[in-house]
């Protein structure tokens, strides 16, 4: 059973890859236009018809709010795929003898690669049309956004098994990840905010990687020590989750 895992990791992320654009007139185009399209409205929106109160230092508010934004995405979007994999999945997993974990594994993985593609183009059309990104952060925002990555496999593989069990799982997600989204200094600078709901933001798992990808790469500051303090915790949560993916092994078939 061993080497067969890879051989099914790599056939189910090839099929995930192309049921995410099968029957669309444009096909895997849309990976090259819907992030360009996306930072497009969000700018227009925010930036003229309902001005954000953002400070943006030297950046224009379309990067600003990309640095952000895409980060924010790459984890938002692997969660949301990843709490249904099992539930998707429920044929396979009594023919295919494979680890349960496998399943939002896949799922995160082909989420993350069309993230950060999409991540790659938004900041080389920013580059493009002359906004100052600084390469030598590169390393750093590559740090940071491999913190949100594990964070997403860990909520993945968590919400996966929860699922099972509790249906509404995947609606609650849903909701929640709204509520994430305005959660985190993705539209405004956390400087902007009153003391108090800044002190309290801290406790927002993804604040810190979110902000270090934007420090990163727009030349300021990266706060190591909090961002490895996030690392810690995003390791922790996905030992946990693989700890529960374990225990429930022996349940998972009963209730799919």
Known sequence: MGPAVPAVFRELLRRELEERYRGSVL??????????????????????????????????????????????NLFA?????????????A????KVAVPHRLYPDVRVTASVVID?????????????????????????ALAALAVIGMFALAAARLLAVLQVFLRDIATLVGQLLVLGFFLTPVLYERSLLPAAAAHWLVFNPLVVPVESVRHALEGAPVDWPALALCAVLAGVLLVLATALFRAARSHLEDFL
């Open 27 to 72: 096909g895997v185009a849309w990976l090259v236009l819907l992030p360009l399209l996306q930072l497009a409205v969000l700018a227009w929106v925010f930036g003229h018809l309902l001005p954000a109160r953002a400070n943006a230092g030297t950046l224009p508010y379309a990067a600003f709010l990309a640095l952000g934004l895409w980060p924010w």
């Open 77 to 89: 979007n692997a969660a949301n795929r990843g709490v249904t994999a099992l539930t998707d999945n």
């Open 91 to 94: 044929a396979l997993i009594g």
């Open 116 to 140: 950060l593609v999409g991540f790659a183009l938004v900041l080389v059309a920013l580059r493009l049309i002359g906004v100052e990104l600084h390469v030598a952060g590169l390393p750093a």
